[in-house]
């Protein structure tokens, strides 16, 4: 059972536009919600975390929003850049750490010149 | 630098022919653990270790033993690798409960192939 649910699986959007990846999560005991970014022939790299005390968190173009009623989390890129495509990751844990990082299946980001 | 390192980062085998992925870190890092990529399916983890000498299983590991007999090392054991475990391998590790910001470090990958 997928603990973590991630969505669209591939986007393209044009320079300057805005990508929206979406996760939704079922396990209510989950309190640490990290994005990972991996570009190809790397490994995942943490982008931005958040934890459920806060609905917002915003790190230069990278903003993750988190709904805790609607157990739902996304990221948001403002002003894609071509040096953003990559493969992004959405993940949960319990306990604030990375022990058990459960991962969302990815999402491949394209985004064109 | 801060690493952490995988060997080998390439490798074809055979149905059978045991092999080791070692995978060594620099930063201390209690907690280390391994995942597996496949496409599709994501990162799945397959064990995790909190500490020398304390190792559980994550939520693929069938065909695969680790150990971790030092606080730097955690060698991933294919003891009868199969075409089914042919994937992408990581490595990663953590400050884990000794604090931190609970980010996790992952190696840059290790690509088998089991024919």
């Known amino acids: ?113 | 630098e801060a690493q952490v390192t995988q060997n080998p980062r390439y490798l074809i085998t055979v149905t059978g022919k045991k092999l080791t992925v070692t995978c060594s870190q620099n930063m201390n890092h209690e907690y280390m653990s391994w995942y597996r990529q496949d496409p599709g399916l994501g990162l799945r983890q397959i064990y995790y270790s909190m500490n020398v000498e304390v190792t559980d299983k994550g939520d693929v590991p069938e065909g695969y033993k680790v150990s971790r007999k030092e606080k730097r090392n955690f060698p991933l054991i294919l003891e009868s690798p199969s075409p089914n475990q042919t994937s992408l391998y990581f490595c990663a590790s953590s400050f884990g409960r000794q604090g931190g910001t609970g980010e996790l470090f992952f190696g840059e990958g290790s690509r088998l192939t089991v024919l």
């Open chain 1, 1 to 113: 059972q997928q603990q973590v649910k991630q969505s669209p699986q591939s986007l393209i959007v044009q320079k300057g536009g805005i990508s929206i990846i979406n996760c939704a999560y079922e396990n209510t005991a989950f309190d640490y919600f990290p994005w990972y970014q991996q570009f190809p022939g790397k490994g995942p790299a943490l982008l931005i975390a958040i934890r459920p005390d806060v609905s917002e968190k915003k790190e230069g173009r990278f903003t993750i929003s988190f709904n805790k009623s609607a157990k739902q989390f996304s990221l948001h890129i403002m002003d894609s850049q071509p040096g953003d495509s990559a493969t992004y990751f959405c993940a949960a844990s319990i306990g604030g750490g990375s022990e058990k990082l459960v991962f969302g299946k990815g999402m491949k980001l394209t985004v064109n010149p």
